[in-house]
């Protein structure tokens, strides 16, 4: 098997990157990333190789055409500070690129699996469902909507292509720490507070989020590589879990008593509830979470230790 993942020295492709080196030993994987926000510590023990080039350059596509083949993309790579505000530079980023990739895909009938976001239903009512609610609130999200325009339109075009579009909600876990400012809030707030400091975050700390570890996110991921299916689905766990109970669960977990500090959002537009629908994933996939909030904290805690 041969295998692509774009933005693979990021957060979620470094990690399907060594689950399907653990998993599939013979399969020969290649990473594509610039670097731009993810880390070559990342791929430390990858054993695959690394193709260093962006996404945007159509080039870049042609080259891979001539000189690969691949049997599956993984497809990672992305703007994924979701507070730039450059609409042209996003759009090409992340939607537009994503033709090339799918005509790639067409040309060598490789299996796309796809980062979407949660960020398509903005400020929507929960729990939210594929088809409903689809306003997104910035660019970010306006650029993963037009990902999934773009890919329902190769699904009805090109029915043999198996494609499968992941929206993610927010993802935690190992591997995060190069996305600076964009990390988890669980990993920002467990890093102050096991170095003593008060937690910090937005008033009053009761906006809710539907919070997924990373082994859930990679295991989805082995599933739409293991089954002929094709289709978008939410990648969560069903459940949303507010801030403040992040900063109790942390307490309790490291052991310490920090009262947390708040104050005012700066954000025009900010989430305040998310909470996805998991049933067509689970139904289609076969995708059923294993980590709770308080399990997936506490493995979190051995590896940022380490
Ligand atoms: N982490 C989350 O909570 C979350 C939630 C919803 C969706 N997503 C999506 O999942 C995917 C992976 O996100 P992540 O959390 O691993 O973020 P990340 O920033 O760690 O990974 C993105 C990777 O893409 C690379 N990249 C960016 N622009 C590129 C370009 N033009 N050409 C080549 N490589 C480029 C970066 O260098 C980085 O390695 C993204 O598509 C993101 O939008 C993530």
Redesign the pocket.
Known sequence: MRVLI????????SNIAFALQERYPDAKIYV????????FK?LIGFRGEVIT????DRELWEYLRRNFAFDVIF??????DTTVEDQKLMME??AD?FRDLLDSALEWNAKVI??????VYGNTEPPMREEEGLEPENI?GFS?LMMDRIAMDYMERFPELRIVGF??????GPR?S??GK?A?MIYQLAVKMMHGQRPRIFKWGEQKRDFVYIEDVVKANLLALEKDVSGIFNIATGRARSFNEIIEILNRELGTNLETEYFDCPYDFYQEFTQADISKASKELGYEPEYSLEEGIREYLKHIKA
Do not use: M, P, W
């Open positions: 774009t933005g693979g020295a990021g957060f979620i492709g594509l990333d610039n670097f731009s926000s993810g880390h990342n080039g962006d996404i945007r497809h990672e790579a992305a703007i994924t980023t992340n690129s796809y980062a979407s976001s949660a960020g970010y993963k929206r993610y909600f927010n993802v935690y995060e190069y996305k964009s988890s």
